[in-house]
């Protein structure tokens, strides 16, 4: 980033053995039209990760590399030492596509009430192939309740929501953007969303939507007893594909 230039956007990339897709989810960063201030959070990576960090090094605001409380920590931390009006976050497997920042800003800007917005993505391959277009539709909280149609690395936050939300909850660690949307939703409302396709979601065999299905799904139901005070009667009759088909499937 030009430190003559502010920047715009806060943008956290937690990461944890995911070396061989760094660098991608580095370069799509710094190639969005839009200032930005960096920070990288390695939770101790084993891999190539801390070369990949330390070759982006002088691009970024600021990074560690060590053992930490966890993926959800790493987020907040890395926002805490950010200052830019906006923020968001995007894991080292995943990627932005041109001009994504730049179109949720816009929509931000075009709707001051908004406490988020968010585009579309695509779910990717691990060498990036397309394969579906993530489930994504206008914002409606009776939908949300169904399925999380937002995909987390296609948002952007007001740092001004952020705050007032108090960030991720480092009890979650498999469903925290979904607990974060409904919270920020709570306090001010829809948010804008951007029909174009802002970034690529990776699905591969490690990561922990994967490995921890059943845990997610779990965590998931969780976060909507808290926040609504029941579960959908669809999260239970899905309960046999998502969990038990998808983890044979490991997909």
Known sequence: MDTQVAAKVTVVVPSFNQGEFLGQALASIFEQDVPVEVMVLDGGSTDCSVEVIEA????????????????????????????APYVCWLNADDFFYPGALKAMLAALEAKPAAPAAYGRAWTVNEAGKKLLPYPTMAFSPWWLAQYCFIAQPATLVRRSAWQAAGGVDEDLHMAMDYDLWWRLYAQGGEFAYVRRFAAAT??????????????HYREAMTV?????????????????????????LRF
């Open 224 to 248: 909507l007893q808290r926040q609504l005070g029941y579960v959908p009667l669809k999260w239970r009759l899905a309960w046999p594909l998502m969990v038990g088909v998808r983890s044979r």
């Open 56 to 83: 982006w090094a002088p691009k970024l605001a600021w990074w560690c590399s060590g053992p930490d409380a966890g993926q959800s920590w790493a987020v907040n931390e890395g926002m805490r030492r950010g200052s």
């Open 202 to 215: 990776r699905m591969h065999r490690n990561t922990k939507t994967a490995t921890r299905r059943e845990d």
